[in-house]
């Protein structure tokens, strides 16, 4: 904490302000962005209207008609000099998230054992093996950064990237793992598809993953994921949530 | 009585259920969408008697063509200039006429503007997803299965207020409408990566003329101009977008991040449009010009509540308005000489029995 640069605190616009914690992609600082919104959730303001998590960065939404703005800017600075780093103590939550590797789900899975050299299921053991960090959401709607993927698993992006790709696809990019929360455009390289709906705007919650939650990639086979998806359909799919205490 | 039902006839170019906006969950990725000239929805609402960010029809240029099909109540067109007719006959916006079963309302020639609201009594009723009722077309969520109203649609308006009727004939005066300068310059709050930007290139940008490009959507405005130079990389480490951003990427041309927005995202931004200015964008159409200048946060801020005060006189003009009809539900005080009386008054939702009574002391 001898970087006295942070935290500090960017106005962007009227109805937002943001607080930056760092300059990097790393625990420690996205830490911060999760403790200064959990004691904003705590106690929020008159005219507060959304928090967005990022990286190293919290933007705080408010109101400005109702919102009183320079208060606000200094609760925000208190706050953000007392946010710690988290985690250690707390609970680390991890959801499960079922995958059919390979197949018709996973068109790029030949590709992407060809460039790391690896056996089609040496990359699921390792795609499957290391839990990974969730720090933030963004992109489309329950879209998760994810970090800490097995750097043996880096692959280039498609040089020509896809029109569509469907909602559930796994996929790597980069030293970058992650789920197509909604059918979108990317190119990222798909090695399988989770039947779970990562967004399901009929249910509540619509999006279950929240930043700071960690990943755990389990294979299925097809059986599994047919009864998953029939499942989901229906509303009647509960994603497995495992928690356990962390000691620092 | 019952609430008003549209068949679609037509349904525009693009005209999408749209309110206050879907808040709370763009930390969970999901973009806010609402209306994108937030004042014209706000000011058509409480013309028409309904609360402020109530869902109403947000039309694109082309606007649709709407048939009654069951109910009666009363419509207002806001925003854009998009000649507005109710059974062919032209009906001036800012205006609240009633409309009753086989009347047909529709739009003609685009004159200004980009966006009309048509607000109805009672609100569009579409089912609230995650606490909105605001189409997002990208996630097919809200509005009417998720998308733009396609011919065959039966649109459904919410129960009116219960003072709907004396809403008729009630005009927003024009001091109060939300009509903008398409010459005006929009005012910009610098950052929050204003740092990123050399003297150079921040000059070239409040300097400049841009234009609207073709690519200027509910997401975004691209605007096409002179090269705004970075001191360094174009990317950051992606982070929130807010609404009004004015993003740089490498290429130099800059992107207004507007309503349907993704959350966040990896490139600078040398500045956020104030939110005054961001319904005056949206407004604006392919082709006109934009210029930008600075405006520091309280400037803003104090637009911003001008646009409220100017709501809160709508609302007392509306008050008027329903309180002095006479037409036996609410006995009139501007003739006659009654001595006492009541009348409902209905405010935002809310019914309010009044009594009064004229005392000598």
Not at chain 2, 130 to 135: K, P
Not at chain 2, 310 to 339: F, I, Q
Request: a negative charge.
């Amino acid at each position: 904490m001898s970087d006295t640069t942070y935290p500090r605190i960017l106005t962007a616009g009227d109805g937002c302000v943001v607080v930056e914690f760092g300059d990097t992609i790393d625990m420690a600082v996205n830490g911060r962005v999760a403790s200064l919104a959990a004691a904003i959730r705590k106690t929020p303001f008159v005219g507060l209207r959304d928090l967005v998590p990022t990286y190293r960065s919290l933007a705080v939404y408010f109101d400005p008609e109702t919102t009183n703005v320079e208060k606000t800017y200094a609760r925000l600075e208190a706050l953000s000099r007392d946010a710690g780093e988290g985690q250690a103590g707390g609970a680390k939550r991890t959801i499960v998230v079922p995958t059919l590797y390979g197949g018709e789900f996973g068109p790029d899975m030949g590709d992407v054992a060809e460039h790391t050299k690896l056996s089609e299921d040496e990359v699921i053991r390792r795609h499957t093996e290391r839990d990974c960090y969730c720090y933030m959401l963004g992109f489309t709607p329950g879209y998760s950064y994810l970090g800490g993927m097995d750097p043996a698993l880096e692959v280039p992006r498609l040089k020509n990237p896809r029109e569509i790709i469907p909602a559930g696809s796994v996929a790597i990019g980069g030293k970058q793992t992650g789920i197509y929360s909604i059918a979108s455009p990317g190119g990222w390289r798909l090695i399988g598809r989770t039947p779970m709906r990562m967004f399901d705007p009929g249910r509540d919650p619509a999006i279950i993953l929240e930043a700071g939650m960690w990943v755990r990639f389990r294979p299925i086979g097809q059986a599994e994921f047919d009864e998953i998806e029939a499942e989901g359909a229906k509303g009647a799919y509960r994603p497995e949530i495992l928690e356990e205490e962390v000691t620092a | 009585m019952s609430a008003l039902v549209f068949s679609v006839s037509s349904p525009g170019m693009l005209t999408t259920v749209q309110d206050g906006g879907r808040w709370g969950f763009q930390g969970k990725g999901m973009p806010v969408a609402g209306a994108m000239d937030m004042q014209s929805l706000k000011l058509g609402n409480i013309l028409v008697g309904n609360a402020q960010e109530d869902a109403a029809l947000e039309v694109t240029i082309l606007g649709p063509t709407l048939r009654v099909e069951e109910g009666e109540g009363v419509v207002a067109v806001t925003g854009a200039e998009l000649s507005f007719t109710v059974n062919g006959a032209a009906v001036p916006n800012w205006t609240v006429v009633r409309v009753g079963v086989g009347d047909v309302l529709a739009f003609g020639a685009p004159l200004t503007g980009c966006r009309a609201y048509l607000c109805a009594s009672g609100g569009i009723d579409v089912p609230v997803v995650m606490g909105s009722r605001s189409t997002y077309t990208r996630a097919k969520v809200g509005g009417l299965e998720g998308r733009a109203l396609k011919k065959g649609d039966t649109v459904r308006c919410g129960a009116p207020g219960a003072l709907w009727r004396q809403c008729e004939g009630f005009a927003c005066p024009g001091e109060l409408r939300s009509v903008y300068d398409p010459e005006a310059p929009l005012r910009v709050i610098p950052g929050p990566q204003d740092d990123c930007f050399t003297e150079a290139g921040k000059e070239t940008f409040y300097g400049s003329e841009y234009v609207v490009s073709n690519s200027a959507d509910r997401m975004g405005y691209r605007l096409d101009g002179p090269v705004i130079e970075h001191v360094g990389a174009a990317d950051i480490i992606s982070d929130a977008i807010p609404l009004g951003a004015v993003q740089v990427p490498g290429h130099g041309q800059p992107i207004v991040m507007l309503a349907d927005r993704q959350t966040t995202g990896g490139y600078t931004k040398i500045g956020t449009v104030c939110s005054v200015d961001i319904a005056a964008l949206s407004q604006r159409l392919p082709g006109q010009k934009v210029r930008f200048e600075t405006i520091d946060l309280d400037g803003a801020v104090a637009l911003v509540r001008n646009e409220g005060k100017k709501r809160e006189e709508l609302l007392r003009l509306r008050a008027r308005w329903r309180s002095v009809r006479d037409d036996g539900l609410c006995r009139s005080v501007r003739g006659g000489t009654p001595t006492k009386g009541e009348f409902l008054l209905g405010v935002d939702g809310a019914n309010h029995r009044i009594s009064w009574e004229e005392v000598h002391e």
